[in-house]
Nanobody
Framework: QLQLVESGVGLVQPGGSLRLSCAAS????????IGWFRQAPGKEREAVGC????????YYVHSVKGRFTISRDNAKNTVYLQMNSLKPQDTALYYC????????????????????WGRGTQVTVSS
């Protein structure tokens, strides 16, 4: 069955960097739009960004633009979230999500919804 597993080192100091991985199994990542989301305790889940399947174009929410980068490696069936200049406000449980689609901006805007999700991985930014 379709499965997504997030992983990465979850503790980092403010200003530091961290790369999260989203490994897919049960399906080929090629042809799938992938989104990254996060949820802090007591807060609503929010979108981070996404990468399309058509041309690997990416879309990010304003709060992470210039700091976060999403990329994919189809040979490894994995999508990455590179996070730089991390802030305490970035502390959250991070999820990846997938849908067989060409584009992904609609999922971040909330016009479309990802049906498949990973279980999440904790990221803590603290000194």
């Amino acid at each position: 069955q379709l499965q997504l597993v997030e992983s990465g080192v979850g503790l980092v100091q403010p200003g530091g960097s961290l790369r999260l991985s989203c490994a897919a199994s049960g399906f080929s990542l090629d042809g799938y739009a992938i989104g990254w989301f996060r949820q802090a305790p007591g807060k609503e889940r929010e979108a981070v960004g996404c990468i399309s399947s058509k041309d690997d174009s990416t879309y990010y929410v304003h709060s992470v633009k210039g700091r976060f980068t999403i990329s994919r490696d189809n040979a490894k069936n994995t999508v990455y979230l590179q996070m730089n200049s991390l802030k305490p406000q970035d502390t959250a449980l991070y999820y990846c999500a997938a849908q067989h689609d060409y584009y992904c901006a609609g999922y971040i805007r909330g016009d479309r919804f990802f049906p498949s999700w990973g279980r999440g991985t904790q990221v803590t930014v603290s000194s």
